[in-house]
């Protein structure tokens, strides 16, 4: 399994404002999961698009997906203290026993 | 409510004792993982058990055992442990076929060997 390197690190916002998050990966997928991480909790999946999808939205948050530039983004609108925490894109492709693998993420931080 | 239960969440232990962190899920997910999180280093896998009744090793098995109980139950095991096993450990299932589906986390067990 592949990992997905995300871009930027850290991202510093205010309170209302967007956060875009991008990520890369190197070979074919099936499809691409984001999750979430608040600081010394578990990891929550997000969101999954399919390799076959180009845009999928979830309440606040939207993702999209260029599989011929092998690239992701996640943007969260009208951000909150909340949306606080690292994020992690997970490429998936091939089944490999379900393994899948994790990069540094982004940490996003958000100022009230 | 459905989901990963990890247990204990937080324990000290001395160099060279043995512990087993546990974990269950109740989700009737066939595949459960064992990762562990260290700063800097994001999440690594350490075993796996893609069905009942098989385990695998994944990116850094040494110093670690697991035992698939049944279906609900994966259980990782430190036999010696030693500070280098000092780490945040996450346990996680899924279902996957032709496509891996979302993977659903434990609350983690933080782990100190001094």
């Known amino acids: 399994s592949q990992q997905g390197e995300e871009d930027p690190q850290a991202l510093s916002i205010q309170e209302g404002e967007n956060a875009t998050m991008n990520c890369s990966y190197k070979?074919?997928?099936?499809?691409l999961q984001w999750y979430r991480q608040n600081s010394g909790r578990g990891l929550v999946h997000l969101i999954l698009?399919?390799?076959?999808?180009r845009e999928k939205h979830s309440g606040r948050l939207r993702v999209t997906l260029d599989t011929s530039k092998k690239s992701s983004s996640l943007l969260i609108t009208a951000s909150r203290a909340a949306d606080t925490a690292s994020y992690f894109c997970?490429?998936?492709?091939?089944?490999?026993?379900?393994?899948?693998?994790f990069g540094q993420g982004t940490i996003l931080t958000v100022h009230p | 409510n459905a989901g990963v239960t990890q247990t204990p969440k937080f324990q000290v232990l001395k160099t060279g004792q043995s512990m087993t962190l546990q974990c269950a899920q109740d989700?009737?997910?066939?595949?459960m993982y064992w990762y562990r999180q260290d700063p800097g280093m994001g999440l690594r896998l350490i075993y796996y058990?893609?069905?009942?009744?098989?385990?695998d090793k994944g990116e850094v098995p040494n110093g670690y055992n697991v035992s698939r109980l049944n279906k609900r139950e994966f259980s990782l095991r430190l036999e010696s442990a030693a500070p280098s096993q000092t780490s945040v450990y996450f346990c996680?299932?899924?279902?996957?076929?032709?496509?891996?589906?979302?993977?659903?986390f434990g609350s983690g067990t933080r782990l100190t060997v001094v």
């Open positions: 070979t074919s997928i099936n499809n």
């Open positions: 996680a299932s899924t279902e996957w076929g032709v496509v891996i589906y979302g993977y659903t």
């Open positions: 058990s893609a069905s009942e009744g098989t385990t």
């Open positions: 997970v490429p998936a492709g091939g089944t490999s026993y379900g393994k899948l693998t």
């Open positions: 989700m009737n997910h066939n595949s």
């Open positions: 698009i399919r390799s076959n999808e």
